[in-house]
Antibody, heavy 120, light 111 residues
Framework: QLQLQESGPGLVRPSETLSLMCTVS??????????WGWIRQPPGKGLEWIGS???????NYNPSLKSRVTISIDTSKNQFSLRLSSLTAADTAVYFC????????????WGPGTMVTVSS | QSALTQPASVSGSPGQSITISCTGT?????????VSWYQQHPGKAPKLIIY???TRPSGVSDRFSGSKSGNTASLTISGLQAEDEADYYC???????????FGGGTKLTVL
């Protein structure tokens, strides 16, 4: 059974860069039929799509975050990662990674999420 | 790009049926049969309960059903149970840049 697990710091300082990792187990990240995506959810608010990466390295990003986001993939380690720069308090959120069915963009497997707080 | 539009809250009594709407545009909900619905309990990750407008993943109760008319998709939950109390989000493919749009979420209260 495919599982995803986010990892990274729970607290980061304003203006710094957040780095999160998503480790995939129980299946290969090199699937040609799925993207691998990041989503976030500020406390008490709704879901926000951040972006995704294909096994080939092709990416797509939410235009509102595009200037600050980098998503990359390491197929040898079955992992993909998120980097978000120039952090502010508005970036405080639970960050989820997910498997995304290509074409339909259905998020069919989610990680449990990791809380990230931006504060000095 | 605007999020899809959902009602902020809905409620119903055990055994009743409720419907949650999700309104988009012809660039997303109305243009493709790629609408999905997610259930989220407090402190948990979202869980896929409907995809491709009306298909249920294996293991999801048949009390959950989905449909679409024009630019609006709907999630219906029949025979409401206490465990259905949660937040529900719609999602859709969009042909405009971001590829994925979410609704703002609907809080379901089982009275």
């Amino acid at each position: 059974q495919l599982q995803l697990q986010e990892s990274g710091p729970g607290l980061v300082r304003p203006s710094e860069t957040l780095s999160l990792m998503c480790t995939v187990s129980g299946g290969s990240i090199s699937s040609g039929s799925h993207y691998w995506g990041w989503i976030r959810q500020p406390p008490g608010k709704g879901l926000e799509w951040i972006g995704s990466v294909f096994y080939s390295g092709h990416t797509n990003y939410n235009p509102s975050l595009k200037s600050r986001v980098t998503i990359s993939i390491d197929t040898s380690k079955n992992q993909f990662s998120l980097r978000l720069s120039s952090l502010t308090a508005a970036d405080t959120a639970v960050y989820f990674c997910a498997r995304v069915k290509s074409v339909t963009m259905t998020l069919n497997v989610w990680g449990p999420g990791t809380m990230v707080t931006v504060s000095s | 790009q605007s999020a899809l539009t959902q009602p902020a809250s809905v409620s119903g009594s055990p055994g009743q049926s409720i419907t949650i709407s999700c309104t988009g545009t012809s660039s997303d909900v109305g243009g493709y049969n790629f609408v999905s619905w997610y259930q989220q309990h407090p402190g948990k990750a979202p869980k896929l309960i409907i995809y491709d407008v009306s298909t249920r993943p294996s293991g999801v109760s048949d009390r959950f059903s989905g449909s679409k008319s024009g630019n609006t998709a709907s999630l219906t939950i029949s025979g409401l149970q206490a465990e259905d109390e949660a937040d529900y989000y719609c999602g859709s493919y969009t042909r405009i840049s971001t590829l994925v749009l979410f609704g703002g979420g609907t809080k379901l209260t089982v009275l």
